[in-house]
């Protein structure tokens, strides 16, 4: 089980990490929709609402991770 102390490569806490993966896989299956739309229900639109407003996530955190994604297809492609 992931607890507090656990870390990610860019987030301090790795359940951030997941629930920023997990937020993009359900947004990300129905573009266009509101959040609680595209989650399917109050207890997921709410996590996901709380981890946006969490403030120990940063917005410099959340690019960084996809970034640091981005550089690695990139990288992945020249080779």
Excluded at 14 to 34: D, Y
Aim: with cysteine; proline share 4%.
């Amino acid at each position: 089980m992931d607890k507090p102390g656990d870390k990610s490569e860019i987030f301090q806490d790795i359940r951030h990490a997941k629930r920023l993966r997990k937020t993009l896989l359900v947004l990300s299956e129905h573009p266009g929709e509101t959040v609680p739309k595209a989650s399917g229900n109050a207890s997921e639109s709410q996590s996901i609402y709380r981890f946006w407003s969490n403030k120990t996530v940063k917005g410099t955190d959340l690019l960084a991770s996809h970034r640091e994604g981005v550089v690695r297809r990139c990288v992945g492609r020249r080779e």
